[in-house]
């Protein structure tokens, strides 16, 4: 294992570790309202945009199910992803989130009947994040390539502000956020809304 990629493995583990703290702290009520709606810079994205891509989250991240039930409330297409091995993410549409069944990693995915679309956006989970737009993800490549192959969706992160870091390390393969939305902050490009 590589010197950076030593570091990046210490550092998911330091915060997941912080997330999962934080998140134990949450009451019912903090954790129900987070990410329900989204604010006014990302609504501006969603406007402009058709097909939406989310996660499924699992245990601590950013949880996006009522951002899902938003986002269909306004006619937009929610789409999750499908882990495929090496390859970018496949994006399936998906009208009712209660059908996604266990996939990769137990991660909540759409079945094969779910037809494939083509994100404009994708809104995507981390572990830790800096104010460069770096993304620290679980280690397997998998939004990066998927982000490589949208390159014209913009690149949102969902996090809680106890996952940003002073400097995400990064390797030439990893792509930078457009935005990334707190619980309490928002960070963008300053090009990205206008």
């Known amino acids: 294992m590589s010197g950076l990629d030593d570091k990046k493995k210490k550092l998911r583990e330091e915060y997941r570790r912080r997330r999962d703290a934080f998140?134990?702290?949450l009451d019912m009520a903090t954790r129900g309202?987070?990410?329900r709606r989204p604010p006014s810079p990302l609504a501006r994205l969603i406007e402009r945009s058709e097909i939406i891509a989310l996660y499924s989250a699992i245990g601590s991240e950013a949880p996006t199910s009522r951002l899902a039930d938003y986002l269909a409330e306004i006619g937009k297409t929610v789409a999750f992803p499908v882990c495929t091995g090496d390859r970018p993410l496949e994006f399936r549409k998906v009208d009712?989130?209660?059908l996604l069944e266990s996939g990769f990693r137990n991660i909540s995915e759409p079945g094969a009947d779910c037809p494939l679309v083509s994100p404009d956006l994708i809104i995507a989970p981390m572990l830790a994040?800096?104010?460069?737009?770096?993304r620290l993800g679980q280690g397997?490549?998998?939004y990066d390539r998927s982000f490589a192959q949208y390159p014209d969706a913009p690149r949102i992160g969902l996090a809680w502000s106890v996952q940003e870091t002073d400097s995400v390390p990064v390797q030439p393969h990893d792509i930078t956020l457009d935005m990334i939305v707190t619980e309490s902050?928002?960070?963008?490009r300053d090009d990205l809304t206008s």
């Open 23 to 25: 998140y134990s702290q």
């Open 129 to 134: 994040f800096d104010r460069s737009m770096h």
């Open 140 to 142: 397997g490549g998998h």
């Open 96 to 98: 009712n989130i209660a």
């Open 33 to 35: 309202l987070a990410f």
């Open 185 to 188: 902050e928002i960070i963008q």
